[in-house]
C-alpha cells in the first residue's frame, strides 16, 4: 500500500531539477509513496505554518527558521541535505579586485537586509557571510533595497554598482555584459533540506525512509543519466524556470551533476554556517541550543547500511557533492 505525501518546497530555482528528475525516474512510485500534492510556497513564514497544522508531512527547505522554531519548543527536525555549497559570485560594470572592494559602494540586496541582520532572507545571510569571511566592514556598504528578483538587473540599471549572483542567474549576468567576480565557495545547509516535524518521525518512519529513498534515487538519476536528465531540462525545467537561452540551462545542468549529495548527508561547516544565520536573528540560541539537535541521520545510516545506495550506483557511488569548478 502507497504512502501518502503532501509536500511544499520553497525554492524553484534550485530544487527544481530535482524534483523534475524525481518525476522523470518514478522516485516517488519506486519509494512506495502516493504523492497527494506538491505545492510551492515562498518564504519560510508561510511554508512553516502548513508544516506545524498538520497541511503538509514535510518541506523542502526552510534551512534557518527551524532553529527558532525548536528553540522556542517546536519539534522540527532535519533528516537529510542535497546540497551543503553557495557558490555566488559577486558581478558589476566596473571589475573588482575583491570583495573588498565593495566597501564605499551600492550593493543591491534583498529589502530586508541591512548590514548586521538578514532577516529572514537566506541568500542575504549567506551574503553577509561572505562578507565577514573576508573581513568586509558591511556597514561601509550602502544597500540598494531591490524590487527586482533578479538583483543583477539593478546594477544593469545603474541602480547599484554590484550584486551577488547565484546559478544560473550568474551566467545570465555574464551573459549580459556584466563582470564577475568568483568568490571561494561558502558552506551552507540549501537547496532541498527533508524538514519535517518529530511526531512524523514517531509515528511515520516508513513514510521517512521512504522519502529520502526517493531523493536519493532522484539525485541518482541526474549524476548517472545526463542525457536523459538534459532532455527533462529541456522540456520541463526549461519552462517551469522560464529559462530561454539553452547555455543558461545547460550551465544549470552541470552544477546540479557536480553539487548534488548522493547520500544526503550535510557536512559540518554547513550547519555551522546555517547556525550561524540564525543566531544572527536570535542571539540567545547561540547558548541555547545545539547546531546539531535538528538534525536526525538514523535514517540516512540504515538506508546506506542496508546497502540501498551502493546498489542503486552499481558499487560506484560519487564523493560528496562539490562545486563545479570553471
Same mark, same amino acid.
Request: some cysteine; aromatic content about 8%; charged content about 25%.
Given at each position: 500500500?502507497?504512502?501518502?505525501?503532501?509536500?511544499?518546497?520553497?525554492?524553484?530555482?534550485?530544487?527544481?531539477?530535482?524534483?523534475? +528528475?524525481?518525476? +522523470?525516474?518514478?522516485?516517488?512510485?519506486?519509494?512506495?509513496?502516493?504523492?497527494? !500534492?506538491?505545492e510551492? $510556497?515562498?518564504?519560510?513564514?508561510?511554508?512553516?505554518?502548513?508544516?506545524?497544522?498538520?497541511?503538509?508531512?514535510? %518541506?523542502?527547505?526552510?534551512h534557518?527558521?527551524?532553529?527558532?522554531h525548536?528553540?522556542?519548543g517546536?519539534?522540527?527536525?532535519?533528516?537529510?541535505?542535497?546540497?551543503?555549497?553557495?557558490?555566488?559570485?559577486?558581478?558589476?560594470? $566596473?571589475?573588482?579586485?575583491? %570583495?573588498?572592494?565593495?566597501? &564605499?559602494?551600492?550593493? !543591491?540586496?534583498?529589502?530586508? +537586509?541591512?548590514?548586521?541582520?538578514?532577516?529572514?532572507?537566506?541568500?542575504? &545571510?549567506?551574503?553577509?557571510?561572505?562578507?565577514?569571511?573576508?573581513?568586509?566592514?558591511? #556597514?561601509? %556598504?550602502?544597500?540598494?533595497?531591490?524590487?527586482?528578483?533578479? #538583483?543583477?538587473?539593478?546594477? %544593469?540599471?545603474?541602480?547599484?554598482? +554590484?550584486?551577488?549572483?547565484?546559478?544560473?542567474?550568474?551566467?545570465?549576468?555574464?551573459?549580459?555584459?556584466?563582470?564577475?567576480?568568483?568568490?571561494?565557495?561558502?558552506?551552507?545547509?540549501?537547496?532541498?533540506?527533508?524538514?519535517?516535524?518529530?511526531?512524523?518521525?514517531?509515528?511515520?518512519?516508513?513514510?521517512?525512509?521512504?522519502?529520502?529513498k526517493?531523493?536519493?534515487?532522484?539525485?541518482?538519476?541526474?549524476?548517472?543519466?545526463?542525457?536523459?536528465?538534459?532532455? $527533462?531540462?529541456?522540456?520541463?525545467?526549461?519552462?517551469?524556470?522560464?529559462i530561454?537561452?539553452?547555455?543558461?540551462?545547460?550551465?544549470? #545542468?552541470?552544477?546540479?551533476?557536480?553539487?548534488l549529495?548522493?547520500?544526503?548527508?550535510?557536512?559540518?561547516e554547513?550547519?555551522?554556517?546555517a547556525?550561524?544565520?540564525? $543566531?544572527?536573528?536570535?542571539?540567545?540560541?547561540?547558548?541555547?541550543?545545539?547546531?546539531?539537535?535538528?538534525?536526525?541521520? #538514523?535514517?540516512?545510516? !540504515?538506508?546506506?547500511e542496508?546497502?540501498?545506495?551502493?546498489?542503486?550506483?552499481?558499487?560506484?557511488?560519487?564523493?560528496?557533492?562539490?562545486?563545479?569548478?570553471?
Open positions: 500500500m502507497s504512502l501518502p505525501l503532501k509536500l511544499v518546497y520553497r525554492s524553484r530555482p534550485i530544487q527544481y531539477p530535482l524534483l523534475a +528528475a524525481m518525476k +522523470a525516474c518514478k522516485a516517488w512510485e519506486r519509494a512506495g509513496i502516493d504523492l497527494k !500534492s506538491l510551492y $510556497v515562498s518564504g519560510a513564514a508561510q511554508s512553516d505554518p502548513m508544516l506545524a497544522r498538520g497541511e503538509c508531512d514535510f %518541506i523542502f527547505g526552510s534557518i527558521s527551524p532553529y527558532l525548536r528553540f522556542h517546536q519539534p522540527f527536525v532535519y533528516l537529510g541535505q542535497t546540497v551543503n555549497w553557495v557558490d555566488d559570485v559577486l558581478v558589476s560594470k $566596473v571589475p573588482l579586485k575583491s %570583495i573588498k572592494d565593495l566597501e &564605499g559602494k551600492t550593493l !543591491s540586496e534583498s529589502p530586508k +537586509a541591512s548590514a548586521d541582520r538578514h532577516l529572514g532572507s537566506h541568500p542575504a &545571510g549567506n551574503h553577509l557571510l561572505y562578507l565577514r569571511r573576508e573581513g568586509v566592514d558591511a #556597514h561601509k %556598504i550602502i544597500f540598494y533595497p531591490s524590487k527586482a528578483r533578479k #538583483h543583477y538587473s539593478d546594477v %544593469i540599471e545603474g541602480l547599484a554598482d +554590484a550584486a551577488f549572483a547565484s546559478p544560473p542567474d550568474d551566467e545570465e549576468a555574464r551573459r549580459a555584459g556584466l563582470h564577475v567576480l568568483t568568490l571561494e565557495p561558502l558552506p551552507m545547509v540549501i537547496a532541498s533540506t527533508m524538514t519535517t516535524l518529530w511526531p512524523i518521525v514517531e509515528k511515520n518512519r516508513d513514510l521517512c525512509v521512504a522519502v529520502l526517493a531523493v536519493i534515487m532522484g539525485v541518482h538519476f541526474i549524476k548517472t543519466k545526463p542525457d536523459e536528465m538534459w532532455k $527533462v531540462m529541456q522540456n520541463d525545467v526549461a519552462a517551469e524556470l522560464k530561454q537561452d539553452p547555455n543558461v540551462l545547460e550551465y544549470l #545542468h552541470k552544477k546540479n551533476l557536480s553539487v549529495e548522493p547520500r544526503l548527508y550535510a557536512n559540518a554547513s550547519i555551522k554556517n547556525f550561524e544565520l540564525a $543566531v544572527m536573528e536570535e542571539p540567545a540560541i547561540a547558548k541555547g541550543l545545539n547546531p546539531t539537535s535538528l538534525w536526525d541521520f #538514523h535514517f540516512l545510516r !540504515s538506508i546506506e542496508s546497502g540501498f545506495i551502493e546498489e542503486l550506483y552499481g558499487g560506484r557511488v560519487p564523493g560528496p557533492g562539490a562545486i563545479l569548478e570553471a
